[in-house]
């Protein structure tokens, strides 16, 4: 019913960038929270950041002040904006979202498939 696509994963250098990108499809009414977890080799999956219908965001500690969510409501996206990116942020990175279904107005959560980020050398 509802799709979660990511793009924009890739290779980069320590201190560059990269923007995520996350579109739902489907039977859509609204969708409540949208965030981003990501899940490094032999680690469990964490919560990177997140944002609000409203645009309220947190962030985990070791992405602040590098990552910056944002969201297109009118296009049913999420953008994470990664910059200053470090080795260890090397992850699988994964869209998540609360989305409220057309029709029958139940609020049902979705992940994505992932994108990959690798920052080295």
């Known amino acids: 019913q509802v799709q979660l696509v990511e793009s924009g994963g890739g290779s980069v250098q320590p201190g560059g960038s990269l923007r995520l990108s996350c579109a739902a499809s489907?039977?859509?009414?609204?969708?409540?929270?949208m965030g981003w977890h990501r899940q490094a080799p032999g680690k469990e999956r964490e919560l990177v950041a997140a944002i609000t219908s409203g645009g309220s965001t947190n962030y985990a500690d070791s992405v602040k002040g590098r990552f910056t969510i944002s969201r297109d409501n009118a296009k049913n996206t999420v953008y994470l904006q990664m910059n200053n990116l470090k080795p260890e942020d090397t992850a699988v990175y994964y869209c998540?979202?609360?989305?409220?279904?057309?029709?029958?107005?139940?609020?049902?959560?979705?992940w994505g498939e992932g994108t990959l980020v690798t920052v080295s050398q």
């Open positions: 489907g039977s859509i009414a609204s969708i409540n929270y």
């Open positions: 998540n979202a609360d989305v409220v279904l057309g029709g029958l107005y139940h609020v049902v959560n979705y």
